[in-house]
């Protein structure tokens, strides 16, 4: 592994970047996604966007001119130029490859979610990163909404009492630009991870039907989920609305509540009333990325690592076998490293 120059490691030895120096970062794929990474890093104070990278060269160009940064169309030009941290916004299919770069050169990476096509590249991402110390978050963009911060932060007082059950609707017309997923794996999960994320608890069984209309793979799906703690899970997404919709509808022992992702808005129904929550409204992008340049400045953990990302994807591509197999699948194992689906026919478990 190349030692990153200007920089130390901390007492657990992991790399920091320097509180004294811009810190240089890069965006590899800019696409309608990436481009927003690039944005809000030129606007941020103390970093410096050494580069943006796509294979397409006129995206890169077109890019890095609105942004005032140099375009690159190899990832390997741009990890050359002496990063402290890379933004990975590739196909999901390339996650694995370019994060295997960016790690053995000692760069701090952020991915988009879901981290990787499968769990064992997800997996071995993690264990790559752990062992070179290096910072690895993963984009779940939507831990990073203000309304589910708050909505968090209110579970974690404890006037809600137990989470009994919470419920998603994500629709939105499909975006062309999607080809190398499902919308399980694409959109399920966010909600998957969001779930998981409210309920403090790990996903035990799901159970899915999907369909496939206009795209390759499934563009519809209804998945059922069953938490280790008790509570249960439901999402509802499609690619075939006119509409774009984004819900969460969660019940708890002392209320009700309902999330809207696109508004930030929450609202808490308790005792026949209705009240809005206050939130502060914030680009949950914007936040996700200054969370990440946080922890790899002070060589921080950061909340939505390998672990999560990795049973969230896990559980998503658990969805899609039980949608192909019509089963339910129960998930073994105590942590992301040793996750293990299970088709269930009849009552028993089949690996």
Known sequence: MTEPMGRLRNKEGKWVGSKEKMMKV????????????????SELKGVDLVGVCDIDTKTADEVASM?????YYYPEELLDRNLDAVHVVVPTF???EIAKLAVDRG??????KPIADTVVRAQDIFRFAAKAGVTLMVGHIERFNPAVRKLKSMIREGNLGRLISVSTLRVAPYPKRIVDTGIIVDLGCHDIDIMSYLANSLVREVFCNASSTIHHLEDTASISLNFENGATGHIETSWLSKIKARKLFATFEQGFVLLD??????????????????????????EEIIEFLRCVREGDEPHIGGEASIHAVGVALAAVTSSEMHL????HGKGAMDFTPELVQNGKSYN
Do not use: C, W
């Open 328 to 331: 339910p699948l129960r998930i």
């Open 107 to 112: 760069i701090h990476v952020l991915i988009e």
């Open 67 to 71: 942004y005032g940064t140099i375009p």
């Open 261 to 286: 992702f696109m508004d930030q808005s929450l609202i808490l129904y308790d005792d026949n009333s209705a009240r809005e929550i206050d939130v502060v409204k914030a680009e949950p992008l914007r």
């Open 26 to 41: 890069g965006v590899i794929g800019v696409g309608v996604m990436g481009r927003n990474h690039a944005r809000i890093l």
């Open 94 to 96: 390339l996650h694995h």
